[in-house]
């Protein structure tokens, strides 16, 4: 019954190395996301993909590189992880246009 | 550009008492607003929304006014539990598709 579903749920990872989180929703939406929150729990959206298209790609580094497979899921993958990487990534998704957004349940990073 | 400002947190209640938390925003016209709320070790969930000028909007005991001429959306709840306590995150969709977050302001409510 779980509408948007990310994994892992925490990540501990080395400096320098590469990793992937997934994101599937089971909502029928059109649209997924994915936020980043930092430790003083301030929250900005990185990506947008509305049916497996790019739509929203906020100031972030090319390290960080969206991939969508089909509309349900969206996933990202992350190079060279850097000490300031270390947040809690949120997936969303909507309806097209939709205004309202469902959120997963995040997952922690933690680059050491 | 856009923008929403709330309250500074944390804030720290009794049980049963009266909450408010202060959001105003700036948006170039008349964005839907909304409250969200985090509870410990969860993601984000809609608490509730409006889309226009004088709107309401509620749940949970929650309310919300979208107030145009002070260009605000404050939060209060007449009787808080402790199971409330959590963030709330204050937002608005702007026309670019976006939605723009406050800072989050975090609520303790003790017995």
């Known amino acids: 019954d779980t509408a948007v579903s990310q994994t892992p749920k925490y990540l501990v990872t080395q400096m320098g190395n590469d990793k992937s989180i997934k994101c599937e929703q089971n909502?029928?939406?059109?649209?997924m996301y994915w936020y980043k929150q930092d430790s003083k729990k301030f929250l900005k959206i990185m990506f947008s993909?509305?049916?497996?298209?790019?739509?929203i790609n906020e100031t972030v580094p090319n390290r960080f590189s969206p991939k969508s497979p089909d509309k349900a899921h969206l996933n990202l993958h992350i190079n060279s992880l850097e000490l300031g990487d270390s947040a809690v990534y949120f997936c969303?998704?909507?309806?097209?246009?939709?205004?309202?957004?469902?959120f997963g349940p995040g997952t922690r990073l933690t680059v050491l | 550009g856009n923008s929403v400002t709330q309250m500074e947190g944390p804030v720290t209640l009794s049980e049963e008492a009266f909450l408010t938390i202060n959001c105003t925003y700036t948006?170039?016209?008349?964005?839907?607003l909304f409250w969200y709320v985090q509870y410990p070790g969860e993601g984000l969930q809609l608490l509730l929304k409006?889309?226009?000028?004088?709107d309401k909007g509620s749940n949970k005991g929650f309310e919300a006014t979208y107030r145009k001429e002070t260009t605000s959306f404050h939060l209060e709840k007449g009787s808080v539990q402790v199971s409330d306590s959590a963030v709330y995150f204050c937002?608005?969709?702007?026309?670019?598709?976006?939605?723009?977050f406050g800072q989050g302001t975090e609520l303790s409510v003790k017995p």
């Open positions: 969303a998704s909507s309806l097209v246009g939709g205004e309202e957004q469902f």
């Open positions: 909502l029928g939406h059109d649209t």
């Open positions: 993909y509305n049916n497996k298209e790019l739509i």
């Open positions: 948006a170039t016209g008349y964005p839907s």
């Open positions: 409006a889309t226009k000028a004088d």
């Open positions: 937002a608005l969709y702007n026309q670019g598709g976006k939605l723009i």
